[in-house]
Nanobody
Framework: QVQLVESGGGWVQPGGSLRLSCAASLSFFSTYTMYWYRQAAGNQRELVAHITSSSNTKYADAVKGRFTISRDNANNTVYLQMSSLKPEDTAVYYC?????????WGQGTQVTVSS
């Protein structure tokens, strides 16, 4: 059974940093494009960033220059380094992967940015 487990969320003041981790029990992890999405209360889930099997990355405009996605294929883990955090970054952050015939997600980790 595929499991993705996020960790690293919490409370941080504006301007602070957090690093989220997502450990995946995926065979051939390195072949998957991995995604980070987030969902703020009352809003739809939105794409934050993704990283391909070749480690090409793409970011939402709202986080570009502040967030960095990376992966460690030896440990089946994807990371999201978040810096210069803003109150509008407050959300539940989910990691996952999807494609033809599969759709795997973690349970999410809460990130709260406030003073």
């Amino acid at each position: 059974q595929v499991q993705l487990v996020e960790s690293g969320g919490g409370w941080v003041q504006p301007g602070g940093s957090l690093r989220l981790s997502c450990a995946a029990s995926l065979s051939f992890f390195s072949t998957y494009t991995m995604y980070w999405y987030r969902q703020a209360a009352g809003n739809q889930r939105e794409l934050v960033a993704h990283i391909t099997s070749s480690s090409n990355t793409k970011y939402a405009d709202a986080v570009k220059g502040r967030f960095t996605i990376s992966r460690d294929n030896a440990n089946n883990t994807v990371y999201l380094q978040m810096s210069s955090l803003k109150p509008e970054d407050t959300a539940v952050y989910y990691c996952g992967t999807y494609g033809w015939g599969y759709d795997y997600w973690g349970q999410g980790t809460q990130v709260t940015v406030s003073s």
